[in-house]
């Protein structure tokens, strides 16, 4: 006995849900530089950070303490703020504006750091470091975290897919503060002043987003203002660190070593040497003193 054929008006076939749009080739590939060049910019500026605050509240293992700690702290929250921004939209430019974003705020730290430093040498040095440290990076490092979640989301087009995608997107990401250690220590530290090597890092994450929003997104007008503004905000400074002139003494050696940036200072008036490492004075040859001002301040 025949069955009768099932009635195509009756029981319309199931529709298969249409696979998400895959990415152009050249846009997944800036996405993997994107995750190599934020977690290299991550570990710069966690070794960095540290650095920057030595001559204000020395190299004490609380600064060292407080800076891993606030990075870990910043990850932990930029991992989470980028998984909940992927899930409500996977519009790229959010995620290259959170980058220039930490740019901007990379570079303004600079020109911050001697007035946060000393504010919080008001509190003990424990809790002084902590909020140091937290004031002037947890922000940037937040946003760069994001990077990983975000880009996860955004290139998985399926879920068949995805534990490939969080595989190769944080061992791209690794690579890169692998790469990134190797240069703040064997190159940026020893032959460029700690404040040289904080505005490369800014200005390297400016231009990925800038690269982003000019080559992908086509929609430069606001970011290139960004960039151009906060250039212009840190130039006089940048030109600054490398004014050899001082009020009360004259230099008389300067070069940077794998310890930082070595000076020697003579009293113009005094029978008196300083060394300094970092600006800060070794009390082998003057006293404890970690500020400029024992000096003067650059003309």
């Known amino acids: 006995m025949k069955q009768a054929a099932p009635d195509s008006k009756s029981s319309p076939a199931k529709k298969s849900p249409a696979a998400a749009p895959s990415l152009p080739p050249g846009l997944r590939r800036f996405f993997y530089f994107t995750a190599a060049v934020t977690g290299a910019a991550i570990m710069i500026v966690e070794i960095l950070g540290a650095k920057m605050l030595s001559p204000y509240i020395g190299t004490s293992h609380f600064v060292w303490t407080a800076q891993i700690a606030v990075t870990l702290v910043a990850l932990a929250g930029g991992y989470y703020a980028g998984g909940r921004l992927a899930d409500r939209s996977q519009q790229p430019h959010w995620l290259y504006g959170a980058i220039l974003g930490a740019a901007v705020y990379l570079a303004l730290t600079v020109l911050v750091v001697e007035h946060i430093a000393y504010w919080c040498l008001d509190f003990n040095l424990a809790v002084g470091s902590l909020l140091a440290s937290a004031l002037l990076y947890f922000v940037p490092l937040s946003l760069l975290a994001m990077t990983g979640p975000f880009l996860v989301r955004v290139i998985t087009s ?53 690269v982003y ?87």
């Open 158 to 210: 399926s879920v068949a897919g995805v534990g490939g995608n969080v595989g190769r997107l944080t061992s791209i990401s690794t690579l890169g503060s692998f790469g990134g250690t190797l240069l703040i220590g064997y190159v940026l530290i020893p032959f460029l002043p700690n404040s040289v090597t904080m505005y490369v890092t800014s200005l390297a994450l400016m231009l990925l987003s800038l």
């Open 213 to 299: 929003f000019v080559g992908f997104r086509r929609r430069a007008t606001a970011p290139v203002m960004i960039a151009l503004l906060t250039l212009a905000a840190v130039g006089v400074p940048l030109r600054r660190s490398f004014n050899h002139n001082y009020r009360l003494v004259i230099e008389r050696f300067r070069a940077n070593s794998h310890f930082g940036q070595i000076q020697i200072l003579d009293h113009r008036q005094k029978p008196i040497r300083y060394f300094l490492n970092d600006n800060l004075i070794q009390p082998k040859f003057r006293s404890w003193r970690v500020s400029f001002h024992a000096v003067g301040a650059p003309i």
